[in-house]
């Protein structure tokens, strides 16, 4: 495993993904970061967005609906709320669920709208995702 990361992403459902890559990049509550074999540890909280995974020369990208993410020299480990691989996003539930959470966010009165806004976030980002297949 000499210049790779081991990956590993759990969410409550089970393991999404479990393979060695060469690259991370990752939407932190501070922004986003990327890691290299090698970095140095930490743990951070993560915000509903993107890990974009690099290995040997592909590109490949998986949603994450918010967790954490403990980075050691060889390793991230991703706990997520729930997380899909681009390839694996039924991209015409996330437009129905985008649209549906738009439709609430006109309901004025009778919404939560940090809730709201988080499904939109989700789908959005799911949506654009399924296009990089």
Do not use: C, W
Request: glycine share 6%; net charge negative; aromatic share 6%.
């Amino acid at each position: 495993m000499e210049n790779r990361l081991r990956l590993d992403i759990v969410t409550p459902y089970g393991l999404v993904l479990s393979e060695e890559v060469d690259e991370i990049t990752a939407t932190g509550s501070e922004g986003e970061f990327g890691v290299l074999p090698g970095h140095v540890p930490f743990i951070t909280t993560l915000t509903i967005g993107t890990l974009i995974l690099r290995k040997e020369g592909k590109i490949s990208y998986v949603f994450v609906n918010s967790g954490y993410a403990e980075v050691t020299s060889d390793r991230v480990v991703v706990l997520a709320d729930s997380a899909e691989r681009a390839e694996a996003i039924d991209l015409e539930r996330a437009m129905t669920a985008k649209k549906r959470a738009e439709e609430r966010l006109k309901q004025a009165e009778k919404v939560d709208f940090v809730r709201a806004q988080a499904a939109i976030e989700r789908a959005t980002i799911r949506i654009q995702l399924a296009g990089k297949r």
